[in-house]
């Protein structure tokens, strides 16, 4: 799997840790970059990524800023983005198995080094359940292009 990995300012000390932790699990990274420590907006970081999936050079991505809150907004303004903040391995398996989530968004002040490990693991290795949850995924996209989401029928086609 292709997987990009961006931080803001705040994220930056764990930039270098992220690209051993997936790299070690025998994915690829897809470079993005960061503000290597200085002061950055997590709009622009969070777009770089989440551009690398909709221009389909990634299939994936993770985010860190202070506390995964402004880059989960900023990311799912991005067509096509299904992120997620996650603060526990449930949360990672969740946002996979049920939301197909393809940003990851982590917090650089609430989550120390194992519990960041045991998050992304989990969300490296869920796959998507798909059956009814395929359906409300269907319907969140039909928001995103601005329609009803109600149209959306079990079989996924519209009534």
């Known amino acids: 799997m292709r997987i990009a990995i961006s931080t803001d300012h705040r994220g930056a000390g764990l930039y270098p840790y992220l690209l051993d932790l997936v790299q070690l699990r025998g994915h690829e990274i897809v470079m993005v970059g960061t503000?290597?420590?200085?002061?950055?907006?997590y709009p622009d970081m969070a777009w770089g990524a989440c551009q690398k999936i909709?221009?389909?050079?990634?299939?994936?991505?993770?985010?860190?800023?202070?506390?995964?809150?402004?880059?989960?907004i900023a990311a799912n303004k991005v067509h096509g983005i299904r992120a997620a903040v996650v603060h526990d391995d449930i949360g990672a398996r969740l946002s996979r198995a049920h939301n197909d989530a393809n940003v990851l968004c982590l917090s650089a002040d609430m989550l120390g080094?194992?519990?960041?490990?045991?998050?992304?693991?989990?969300w490296l290795m869920t796959p998507f359940e798909g059956g009814r949850h395929g359906r409300r995924v269907e319907k969140i996209m039909a928001i995103e292009a601005r329609q009803n989401p109600a149209t959306?029928?079990?079989?996924?086609?519209?009534e």
């Open 54 to 72: 909709a221009e389909g050079e990634a299939d994936r991505a993770i985010l860190v800023c202070g506390s995964g809150i402004g880059m989960a």
């Open 113 to 122: 080094e194992r519990l960041i490990e045991q998050i992304v693991e989990t």
């Open 152 to 158: 959306i029928t079990a079989s996924g086609l519209e």
């Open 35 to 41: 503000c290597e420590g200085e002061s950055c907006d």
